[in-house]
């Protein structure tokens, strides 16, 4: 096994989760927290498939997937319905590319085209009280992120 695959194994076993984003923006010096409404979740199985809030519609024939390359690009198909009328008489998948930046136990970051984003694995309470707290603002708050190796604890 070499090391490009070992360390490829890896990156995929450390993007496997549920993530939320918690900063958006066009370049990594302008990152600003989404609003609320727009923070949909993003889970990605370690079987292969995604979700990302948006319903897949009930009689695809397939799930929304994703799949990491070798070179860290994050694919995420989508299944999309046959439209006869645009001379698409059978469901497709849809894909997006992402080029990940960073994955690791508690950060995930991405770019696609001039968008970038950094996401959080969840942590449901703890994490939700962790944003209310003012995660992102430069507030004290930010600084003790939940550790993710220790449930209930904070970083100092």
């Not at 096994?1 to 496997?16: G, Q």
């Not at 609320?36 to 009689?59: E, F, K, N, Q, W």
């Not at 696609?112 to 944003?131: A, K, S």
């Amino acid at each position: 096994m070499s090391w490009d695959s070992i360390e490829s194994s890896r990156l995929r076993a450390s993007v496997v989760g549920e993530w939320e984003p918690v900063l958006i923006g066009p370049t990594l010096r302008h990152l600003q927290r989404p609003h609320r409404a727009a923070r949909a979740r993003l889970i990605l199985r370690d079987d292969g498939t995604a979700d990302d809030g948006v319903p897949v519609h009930p009689s695809a024939p397939f799930p929304r997937t994703w799949q990491l390359s070798d070179g860290w690009v994050l694919t995420i198909a989508t299944p999309v319905p046959p439209m006869p009328e645009y001379d698409q008489p059978d469901w497709v998948r849809d894909t997006e590319d992402f080029r990940v930046l960073e994955a690791s136990g508690d950060t995930l970051a991405w770019t696609r085209g001039d968008l970038f984003t950094v996401f959080r694995r969840v942590r449901d309470e703890e994490y939700e009280r962790w944003w209310a707290a003012g995660a992102g603002t430069g507030t004290e708050a930010s600084e003790s992120a939940p550790d993710p190796r220790r449930r209930g604890t904070r970083r100092k």
